[in-house]
Each structure stands twice: as structure tokens, then as C-alpha cells.
């Protein structure tokens, strides 16, 4: 998922160099959702990683 954040991140940049302004309007909003998504998967993956640790 944090590739797929890269890539669009990267179409945003290359769209906004070229003046696509909608283009890479749109390319950087999902990338940061997407970012936003990933966060909130590493962070449970954390955190079930250390009560998993806790109790064994």
C-alpha cells in the first residue's frame, strides 16, 4: 500500500509539473489517503504485536 502512495504521489508531481492541475489534484489525494491508510494498518499491527508479546 505505501508503493501504491509512492506512485501516485509521483503521477501528482510529474502532472503538476506539466500543468495538469485537476490531474495532480486528484493523484495527491488519493496518495495521502492511501498513506493515511497505511499508518493506521502499521499502527495496529504495532500494537497487536506488543499485547501479543505481553501475554505469552
Known sequence: MLYWALVFLAVAVIAGAFGFGGI??????IAQILFFIFLL??????IARLLRKGTS
Open 41 to 46: 494498518l502499521f499502527a495496529a499491527v504495532l
Open 24 to 29: 495532480a489534484s486528484a493523484s495527491a489525494g
